[in-house]
Structure formats: structure tokens, C-alpha cells
């Protein structure tokens, strides 16, 4: 990986230099440059008649953008193509995805018995803006040519779609920008739906296994598409010029002969056509065991389940400590991503609680994390960092997150 600290340190060595030997010489296709943020602005949730069922609704604005880096385009810009014969470059390293979209979602949990629990929660997606350029193919190849130097052959299918830019384009222009922002996402935008579903198991009183299947769902989109492809093939030997044949023209554009040449085999089009996009998907899957002496259930019992409440009747016992795994998957273009993670928690009375974690993952096998839970009367308050050791030089990281949150709740007495 590559970090922003190795391109522009203080180092005195050369910009060029370092790009070439750290970028261009040691980054590869499935290398990714990405960024996640969900910002949680409601959550709320109520018990049911019927005490085994849990109801939960919610909303938030999620921005997901991946870029892999293109390798085959990078040695074009940086080096051309000159002196490359038979080097053929792969047009298909051209990968990247990204949207903001707002997520309205409503679920329901449902406690089958003590060891079982069950969830699942139904979402509208409203998309504000999205681009994504997956399906890309073809290549550029030199080799010796007939009646010039060079013969350059050109075989291209590429295609970018994207969404909404040109109603917040045309909104800016009328400082109108944040109202249009608003109307996409309440439904003005792009459409789309998707589900969660997920388990809590208790295999004991002190050992618990959960799983959810998260975004299981797709957006159409028909609001404002535009999408601008690049396909067809050629091949051309560069200007060509017969001085005895074309003597009488010799004052003519032979360069502009020779684009439009290459653009009416290779053509550039745009068009309105409306698109879909599935939602990068994410499972998660857990084990936990508690141990040590029990931590006193009165008031509010956390739920650590990813399926939600577990419903009334009787309290499980909490301990003061516990261990465990987590398994993450998340669906990305170029195949899946993975990442496993260790876990303690040490919980002091039925107020705090403290997390630490290691993580292994693509980017880093020295991820520590951090995180702490408080929790007074009604008011409950959370942080997480990842990949700590890397934070006295967040320049030279590849991977950072940071969470936290602020919630209000409220709880009847039990019957």
C-alpha cells in the first residue's frame, strides 16, 4: 500500500522519484483507494404488546467511494507509450464506485425463545448522487508497424454511469444547492430497497455466536442518469503522408484526419439511460464468551446482539469479562474483502465498559483498537478508534476509523 506520508515527506528525495518507486513500482490492480462514512442522525426503537417482539426504525446518510488503482493508465501518464512495443495495457484496471445516499429503515426482532433471537429490517434507500465504472474492458498495444514507425491498436468497451451530479450542478449554479441536496434525499433522488437479517444464539449461559447479513438491496436510477462510454477498435499507424499523392494538399490538418479517424471507429457517447446498482453488501459473523464473576442486571441491559433486542422475560446474567472473534465481509468490485478481528471487554458495574481490539486485514496485520461504553441512566455514550499505532503520524497510515455516538434512551418498568 501507499500512504500520503511516503509521496510528500520531507525526505529530500525527488516527487518523481518517490511516485515511480513507491507508486507506480509497487502498487497493483487489487490496491484500493477507499472511504467510508455513516452518519447516524435518528434511531429509535419500542417494544412490542407482545414482549418477545422488538421494533426499531431509523435513518442515515451513508458515503461509500472506491477507486483501485489503475495500473495500466499510471504507466501511461507517467512514462507514454514510447518504447513499449508489444507491451499490451489493460483498459479493464479501470475500477471505481461511489454514492451518498440516504437509508430510512424499520425492523422488527423477535425473541423465539432463551437461547434464540431473530431480526429483520427492511430499508429505503434514497440515492443523492452516485458513479460507478465496473465493467470496463479492453486494451492499447504497440507493435512494429507496415508503412510507419509505429502501429498502435486500440480495443476499448468503456463505460461510466453517474447519477445526480447534473441536478446539484444546475441547483449550485441557482444557490439552490442545499435545498436540492434535501429534496434527493427524501425521496427525490434515485430509489431503491434492501433488508438486513440477523441472529443472536446463546450455545450457553456464557458462550454466544450472532450473524447478520447487512444491504441486501439495490438502487434505480432514474432521476438524473448520464452515462458516457468508449467503444470500438482501431488500428493506425500514425500520420501518414504521401508527398507525390497528396501534394497539391499538403496544407491540410493530417492530425485532425487522424482523430477523427480514431473517434469515428472508437466513438464517444453519452446518453440518459436509466441504471441499477446493487449495494455493497456486508456480513458479519461473531463469537463471544463471557467469564469471571456476574455483573449485577439491574436497569438497562445492553444489547450486544447483531439482530437487535432480545425481547422481555428473564434477564441474562452479564459478566465482567469477555472474549471473543468477529468475521467481516464486504462485496466489493473486484471481488471481496475480509478482515478478522480479537476482541476483550472488561465492564465495570452495569455503567462502563472498556473494548480492546486486533484486527487482520489487507491493509494492516498491527491494527489495535480502542473503545469505551458509558452508560448513565438514560444517556449512552460511545467511542471506537482503530489502527492506534498509527495516529502519532496519521499521514503514513493506509487504514484509519473512528466512531462515537451520543444516544438518548428511555425504558418502562417491567411488569
Known sequence: GISVHDLFADDGLDINVKFRER????????????????????????RGRNPNYFYS????????????????????????????????YNLGDLKTRGSLVNVLHFGINKKVDRYLTIGARGKI????????????????????????????????????????????????????????????????????????????YHLSERTTVT????????????????????????TVEGIEIDVLENFASLDRDFWQDLVDEVEAAVPFDTNTKNYITFRPTKL???????????????????????AGSPGGGELRTKYRNSFGGQFYMINRPR????????????????????????TVDKFSYTNLGLGMNLQAGPVNFYIMADNLLSYNNVADSNYASFQFGLNIISWGSGK
Open 211 to 234: 450473524g447478520s447479513l447487512l444491504d441486501l438491496g439495490f438502487i434505480y436510477h432514474s432521476s438524473d442518469p448520464k452515462s458516457y462510454s468508449l467503444e470500438g477498435n482501431t
Open 284 to 306: 458479519y459473523a461473531s463469537i463471544r464468551n463471557d467469564f469471571g464473576e456476574p455483573v449485577g442486571n439491574s436497569g438497562l441491559q445492553n444489547c450486544d446482539c447483531t
Open 57 to 88: 426504525f431509523g435513518g442515515y446518510l451513508e458515503m461509500d467511494n472506491i477507486t483501485y488503482w489503475p495500473q495500466d493508465y499510471a504507466f501511461l501518464v507517467f512514462d507514454g507509450n514510447a518504447g513499449q512495443l508489444g507491451r499490451r
Open 335 to 358: 471481488g471481496p474483502q475480509m478482515a478478522l478481528t480479537g476482541f476483550y471487554t472488561r465492564r465495570i458495574g452495569n455503567i462502563l465498559a472498556f473494548k480492546g481490539t486486533y
Open 23 to 46: 507508486a507506480l513500482n509497487s502498487l497493483g490492480p487489487r490496491d484500493e483507494f477507499s472511504t467510508t462514512v455513516q452518519l447516524e442522525y435518528l434511531t429509535g426503537g419500542f
Open 125 to 200: 434507500y434514497s440515492g443523492i448522487v452516485d458513479y460507478s465504472s465496473t465493467r470496463n474492458s479492453g486494451s492499447l498495444r504497440n507493435i512494429e508497424g507496415q508503412n510507419n514507425i509505429i502501429s498502435s491498436t486500440l480495443n476499448a468497451d468503456l463505460l461510466l454511469q453517474t447519477s445526480g451530479f447534473q441536478d446539484l450542478d444546475n441547483a449550485s449554479d441557482d444557490d439552490l444547492l442545499t435545498n436540492e441536496i434535501i429534496n434527493r434525499a427524501l425521496f427525490g433522488g434515485d430509489l431503491g430497497i434492501g433488508m438486513d437479517v440477523g441472529f443472536t
